[in-house]
Structure formats: structure tokens, C-alpha cells
């Protein structure tokens, strides 16, 4: 994540540091060495949203170098690679650090690193192998409870385990890998790929079962009418008549549907979230992460959200109208029509897109979801 990003997130609690501060707190609490009484100065990395102490270890250098030293925009590449040439020499990265958080320290300081995300935070701690995960002050622990319930029920070769559990708070094995879109080798990116759809498959068909689409979409329309009336509580003033035409649209295409298949979906799956083995000769060793928005929905949700690159709003308008007129989604597969895909992913993302701007602790409008709604509004006036 770049610098510019964690402080657009930052924007929506602006509570860093009572945040990392209640992380080390409860460290302390689970008899971990943690100097409380006297804090330390972290630093973060003038490009990269970490924070980390003053000789810092070479384990955490190679690490950022693995995770950055390949953008997939092209245009950041000149400055990505710059970037990772400050992680990658000790002394350049210790003089190019900015002055951080005071923050109490730990027995292996050097040896660990915070990392901040949207909902929670990491702690990397590359003595032990391991990353440690927190909520952030304020916001629900919902997510991370759910990642825990669903890593530990699936189980399964793509989804790594999870060491220890301690309420909200959970620890992984620290991966020797990167998301699939930072691969540099295109031999390995597409067995990782194919490994992916494979994977996303595995998932879908969890506990699948077929409705009908009247029967489906009926439940996805009281979902969404509890939704509204909960954004319209949190954000006043909030115009959400152009989720109400797509709804409408969709909720047509949808009713004719003889079956709709429901089953258990990743929810933000997307290249990022797929971490390619470092150390394995073949691309097909992957894991899916960041479980947090799994759930219960048309299945077809996982590959539109991959292909149409959802995640990304600016150009999705082009996107989906190039997909209706191609649908054509590479090593997945589809079940029902184009059409259909399109308006139960429609569905689906609208949905997750009024719960995630709504979540505890977002105190404004994120400004995604702005650029969401104009997205939407080429399509409908195209």
C-alpha cells in the first residue's frame, strides 16, 4: 500500500496511534515482552505505509523487496524500483526513514514491523516467523472473528492455518510469498492463475445449493432494504436512487432465471489477495488471505470480482459493458449467461459496498464508494 493511500484510509479513524498503542497493550497482556514504560520512536518508510525501528533487520528488508520490487502498474514501476533500492542498502533505508510514533518497544524491535491496513493492523515479527492480527481502535472485530470461523472450517491446501487465536486477535505463519500481480515471471503467473481458478472453485462449491431466481433475489431485496436504511442513518443526505435503478434492473434480469447457483464466496477476490509461493519451483503453490468479507452468495460474485477488476472503480463502466459484449473470463468459468453473471454480481457488490461504507468506525462517506457511483452512472445512462 502506498504512503497516499494509508492516510486517505488514515482519514476515516485518524486514530494510528491509539490504535498501535491498544496492539502493544495487549501484547503485553498475553505475557509477550513489551516495555511499556518506556516508548520507543518508530519510523515509517517514506514510501510504504510501515513503521519500523532504526536497523531495522535485513529478514524485514528482503521482505518489502519481495513485496514491492515488481508493480503491476506500469507507470510506478520507475519509482517502485527506486523505492525498493532505498529497502534493499541498511544505511539508505535507516537515512531515509521519517520520524514516526513513540510507540513501547520490543524485546526484538528491530526485528518487527507494523503494517496498517483498512479495518485491521499487522505485526510482523521475523525472529518468530510470524505475523500477528489486530483490529483498529474502533472498528467492529466482526471481520477478523469471521476470518477466524471460515480459515478454521475450510481448512484446505489454499488457505494457511492459523497458529493462535486470543479473542479479536489472531496469529499466521509469516509466507514466503507475493500477490500474484507482483509475479514477475509470466510462466509462474499463469500456473498461478490457473491455480487460482482452481482454488476459487474449490470454494464456490462449499455448500452450494441452487434457487430459484425469484426466490434468490427476494432475499438479496431484503437485504439490501435493511442496508439502505442503515446508510441513509449513518450518512444523511446520501442519494442512493442510482442503486436503486440498477437494483430494479437487475432484480428483471434475475427473476427469469430458472436457477441461481448460492454458495460460499471469498468476497475480495482479486490478484492482491492471492499469494504465490517464493520458494516453489512451480507456480501452482498459492494461498488465498484476507477473509474477511467471506460469506453466503451467488457464486458467480468471486469471478466477476476477479475479472471485471471491481476493486479498481475507475473504468468499471467500460469493463462491464466490454465484458457483455465478449464474456469471455479466462481459466474460470460461468455457469449462466453473461447477462445473469452481470446483474447477480451487480447485485452482490452493491450490497458489500453499503455494508463495508457503513461498518463501525468509518465516520464519512468513503471516497471509493463516490467513484463507485459515478461508475454506475455512465453505465445506467449508456
Not at 519509482?79 to 531515509?96: H, I, K
Request: charged share 30%.
Amino acid at each position: 500500500m502506498k504512503l497516499s493511500e494509508l492516510r486517505t484510509r488514515e482519514s476515516l479513524d485518524e486514530r494510528l496511534e491509539a490504535t498501535l498503542m491498544a496492539c502493544a497493550r495487549r501484547d503485553a497482556s498475553l505475557g509477550e515482552a513489551v516495555s511499556e514504560g518506556t516508548l520507543e520512536r518508530w519510523y515509517e518508510h517514506p514510501f510504504f505505509s510501515v513503521f519500523v525501528r532504526k536497523g531495522f533487520c535485513e529478514a524485514g528488508r528482503r521482505y518489502l523487496r519481495a513485496q514491492y520490487q515488481h508493480s503491476p502498474d506500469r507507470k510506478r514501476r520507475v519509482l517502485q524500483a527506486a523505492a525498493v533500492g532505498v529497502m534493499a542498502v541498511g544505511p539508505v533505508f535507516d537515512r531515509a526513514l521519517k520520524a514516526g510514533l513513540m510507540l513501547p518497544g520490543y524485546a526484538q524491535s528491530t526485528e518487527q514491523m507494523w503494517m496498517i491496513g483498512n479495518h485491521r493492523v499487522r505485526r510482523f515479527d521475523f525472529a518468530r516467523r510470524r505475523v500477528r492480527v489486530y483490529p483498529k481502535v474502533g472498528f467492529s472485530p466482526e471481520g477478523i472473528r469471521r476470518e477466524i470461523a471460515v480459515r478454521s472450517r475450510l481448512g484446505g491446501k489454499w488457505i494457511q492455518p492459523i497458529l493462535e487465536v486470543h479473542e479479536d486477535v489472531f496469529e499466521e505463519p509469516l509466507l514466503d510469498a507475493v500477490p500474484l500481480d507482483r509475479v514477475p515471471d509470466e510462466v509462474r503467473r499463469a500456473e498461478a492463475l490457473d491455480a487460482a481458478a482452481e482454488a476459487i472453485g474449490w470454494l464456490n462449491r462449499k455448500d452450494s445449493r441452487e434457487l430459484s431466481g425469484a426466490v434468490y433475489i427476494a432475499a438479496r431485496r431484503e437485504a439490501y432494504e435493511g442496508l439502505r436504511a442503515r446508510v441513509y442513518a449513518r450518512f444523511a443526505g446520501l442519494d442512493l436512487s442510482l442503486v436503486d435503478e440498477m437494483f430494479s434492473r437487475a432484480e428483471a434480469v434475475i427473476r427469469r432465471a430458472m436457477r441461481v447457483e448460492v454458495g460460499m464466496t471469498h468476497g475480495d477476490f482479486q490478484p492482491g489477495n492471492v499469494l504465490v509461493s517464493n520458494s516453489s519451483a512451480s507456480g501452482r503453490e498459492i494461498w488465498l488471505i484476507d477473509w474477511e468479507d467471506a460469506g453466503e452468495r451467488a457464486t458467480v460474485y468471486d469471478v466477476m470480482t476477479w475479472h471485471l477488476q471491481s476493486r479498481r472503480p475507475a473504468g468499471l463502466s467500460e469493463r462491464v459493458r466490454s465484458f457483455l459484449s465478449r464474456s469471455d473470463v479466462g481459466p474460470f468459468s460461468l455457469s449462466c449467461s453473461a447477462e445473469l453473471a452481470v446483474a447477480m454480481w451487480a447485485v452482490e457488490e452493491w450490497l458489500w459496498l453499503l455494508e463495508a461504507s457503513s461498518r463501525e468506525g468509518i465516520s464519512r462517506v468513503p471516497q471509493g464508494l463516490g467513484l463507485q457511483f459515478r461508475e454506475l452512472s455512465r453505465f445506467l445512462k449508456a
